[in-house]
């Protein structure tokens, strides 16, 4: 184990911030990325990357 922590393999695909979220959550989040990607594709790297992130897309920007 120390080893694999030493060579940064330990992340197990877990570089998203999805993981301690409820189920119920996680499914809600992963459908709205799912249904975005079928609408646009993946040529709307902003708003994909927002719901990756779990950060509202639709929120105002500061800047």
Known sequence: ??????KGRDSN???FRWRGLSRALF???????RDEVRAH???REERIRA???GADPDAPTLF
């Open 1 to 6: 184990m120390a080893d694999r922590l030493a």
């Open 13 to 15: 695909g877990s570089m």
């Open 27 to 33: 499914a809600d989040r992963s459908r709205l990325l």
């Open 41 to 43: 594709g993946w040529d």
């Open 51 to 53: 719901l990756l992130t």
